[in-house]
Each structure stands twice: as C-alpha cells, then as structure tokens.
C-alpha cells in the first residue's frame, strides 16, 4: 500500500520519530504565519491516494485551521482516504453546557474533524461522560490508543514503590489502567474546582501515604493546579515524595513553578505535546495502533 506521511514543518522532530517507528518516509507541509495571524498552507505534490497526516493539537485554534487548509487542499490532489494522527486531541473537556448558552466543544470539534478525515487516532484523549471516542468523533475510524501500558512501565522503573493518586474523579479511568499494569495500590482523590486555577481536593478514603512515595497520576497538566493541590494533600498526610505522572504536558512556565511550590518533585508526560517533561516516546505506540488498523 503506497501511503503519504505529512507533518507540519514545526513538528518535524515528534513527526520523524513517528516516520521511523512507522518505517515510512515523510514529507512537510509548509508553513507560513503571516504578521496578523493567517496562515499559508502548502502541501507537497504529487500525493499517494492515501494520506496520513501527523498534527498534535496543542495550540488548537490555530492548528484547527491550519489542518482544515490542508484536509481541504489535499482532496482536490487526488487524496481518497486522510488520517489524522494527533498524539494530543484538544477541546475534549467541554462534553456538556454547564450554562445555557455554552458550546459543547467537544461535539462541535469532534464532528468537524470527522468531516475532514476519514480516521482520527489519539492517545488519552479526555473522555469523561461518554465511553468512546466516535461519540464525540462521529466516524468509523475514530481511534483511541492508551498510553496506560508505557506509564505503567515507566513508573515501574522509576518509583517502583509507590502509590499512585489520581487527583479527582476524572482522573480514575487514567490511574486505574496504569495502577493495574503496574501493580501497584492508588487511591483517587475528589476536588471541587472554583475557576481554572482554584481547586480545592480531598484525600477521601486514601491507603496510608505516610513514609511512601507518592506518583499523582492523571491524563492533562495543563493549569497544574489540580496536582498542586492534590500534593499539598499528599504531604501533609506525610508522603515521602511527591512526582506527577501524564500523558499530556500542557502547562508552561508559571504552572510548572506552581507545582514546585506544592512540592512536586519532578513532573514526566509522553511527547504527545512537546514539553520540558517528555519521558515518554508515543512514536511505536502510534504506529503500531495505525498498522493494527490498515491505515499504514
């Protein structure tokens, strides 16, 4: 099968592992970000019938138009069959109107990507209140990958004595699947949030943390006040160590600083963002969820 890899330009490094763990080769799209934000898209030519292109959403509203520009060039190229493999999905969180009159991004998100591409793969993405990932990407190629297995590792390696925490109900789906493949205790914490940066989390019925060392888990740092909290939780009930453990980096400087200050030892993610605390490659994840498929 003759398929096409593509990659934004100012992905290439997260791309090319992709490529190599895939055993394909990749071409660029080439970007150009003009003074007041519009963005020129320019695909290689000529194209196989079936494309992938690799596209992690971090900085989502303008990645969102830059992946529609292309989806929307390649077809008249003679494309027929386009996936997207984005490590990282965004607008997952907003799954319902909390308020009359908000958007549910989630669907709104999810359904235009669909029409775009003819498969979706990710890793984690933040499924709350539904089950699976067509729900919110309405289309049989709609594609989730856990990263459980390669965290379970990971902290098996690294702290392989410890108790893993999932810093609030969301988080359990997440440090269930790690605790399990790890073998290791968790607990679930609960928290009641107050604004982006305002939590407020309870131990509820945590095992003994005092003298242990401590691995919050969860599948999103992005604010990091969540985790801060929940280490301040952590250490006063006498925890030896706190370290965070997710599958998506999102949070920049100032929230780093923050969970610092909580105590927070060291922070690991995949590098489905590219983020200071990648430890974690995705790349034979990815590619082998794509081949399983028949999209390589």
């Given at each position: 099968?003759?398929?096409?890899?593509?990659?934004?330009?100012?992905?290439?490094?997260?791309?090319?592992?992709?490529?190599?763990?895939?055993?394909?080769?990749?071409?660029?799209?080439?970007?150009?970000?003009?003074?007041?934000?519009?963005?020129?898209?320019?695909?290689?030519?000529?194209?196989?019938?079936?494309?992938?292109?690799?596209c992690t959403l971090g900085q989502p509203n303008t990645r969102l138009v830059e992946l529609m520009l292309a989806a929307r060039t390649a077809?008249?190229?003679?494309?027929?069959?386009?996936?997207?493999?984005?490590?990282?999905?965004?607008?997952?969180?907003?799954?319902?109107?909390?308020?009359?009159?908000?958007?549910?991004?989630?669907?709104?998100?999810?359904?235009?990507?669909?029409?775009?591409?003819?498969?979706?793969?990710?890793?984690?993405?933040?499924?709350?209140?539904?089950?699976?990932?067509?729900?919110?990407?309405?289309s049989t190629g709609a594609v989730t990958l856990t990263a459980a297995r390669l965290l379970a590792e990971f902290v098996a390696a690294t702290?392989?004595?410890?108790?893993?925490?999932?810093?609030?109900?969301?988080?359990?789906?997440?440090?269930?699947?790690?605790?399990?493949?790890?073998?290791?205790?968790?607990?679930?914490?609960?928290?009641?949030?107050?604004?982006?940066?305002?939590?407020?989390?309870?131990?509820?019925?945590?095992?003994?943390?005092?003298?242990?060392?401590?691995?919050?888990?969860?599948?999103?740092?992005?604010?990091?006040?969540?985790?801060?909290?929940?280490?301040?939780?952590?250490?006063?009930?006498?925890?030896?160590?706190?370290?965070?453990?997710?599958?998506?980096?999102?949070?920049?400087?100032?929230?780093?600083?923050?969970?610092?200050?909580?105590?927070?030892?060291r922070l690991w993610s995949t590098d489905s963002v590219e983020h200071a605390s990648n430890a974690i490659p995705l790349a034979g994840l990815?590619?082998?969820?794509?081949?399983?498929?028949?999209?390589?």
């Amino acid at each position: 099968m003759t398929v096409d890899l593509l990659y934004f330009d100012d992905q290439r490094d997260a791309a090319l592992r992709f490529a190599a763990a895939a055993g394909t080769g990749a071409r660029a799209i080439a970007l150009h970000r003009f003074p007041d934000g519009e963005s020129l898209v320019t695909l290689p030519t000529p194209l196989a019938p079936r494309v992938l292109v690799f596209c992690t959403l971090g900085q989502p509203n303008t990645r969102l138009v830059e992946l529609m520009l292309a989806a929307r060039t390649a077809r008249p190229l003679g494309v027929r069959h386009l996936t997207l493999v984005a490590p990282y999905l965004c607008y997952m969180r907003q799954d319902r109107a909390f308020r009359a009159g908000e958007a549910v991004s989630q669907t709104i998100v999810g359904g235009w990507l669909a029409q775009l591409f003819d498969a979706v793969v990710t890793v984690d993405p933040h499924l709350h209140r539904i089950e699976r990932l067509e729900q919110a990407v309405p289309s049989t190629g709609a594609v989730t990958l856990t990263a459980a297995r390669l965290l379970a590792e990971f902290v098996a390696a690294t702290v392989p004595h410890a108790v893993l925490v999932g810093p609030d109900a969301e988080s359990a789906q997440w440090v269930d699947a790690v605790a399990a493949a790890a073998g290791r205790p968790r607990a679930v914490f609960a928290k009641q949030r107050h604004g982006d940066r305002e939590v407020d989390v309870v131990a509820g019925d945590a095992p003994v943390l005092g003298g242990r060392p401590v691995v919050l888990v969860d599948d999103i740092a992005s604010s990091g006040r969540t985790l801060a909290a929940a280490a301040h939780v952590c250490l006063a009930a006498g925890a030896r160590s706190v370290d965070a453990l997710v599958t998506h980096a999102l949070c920049g400087d100032a929230d780093l600083g923050a969970m610092r200050g909580a105590g927070i030892g060291r922070l690991w993610s995949t590098d489905s963002v590219e983020h200071a605390s990648n430890a974690i490659p995705l790349a034979g994840l990815l590619a082998q969820g794509c081949r399983a498929r028949g999209l390589l």
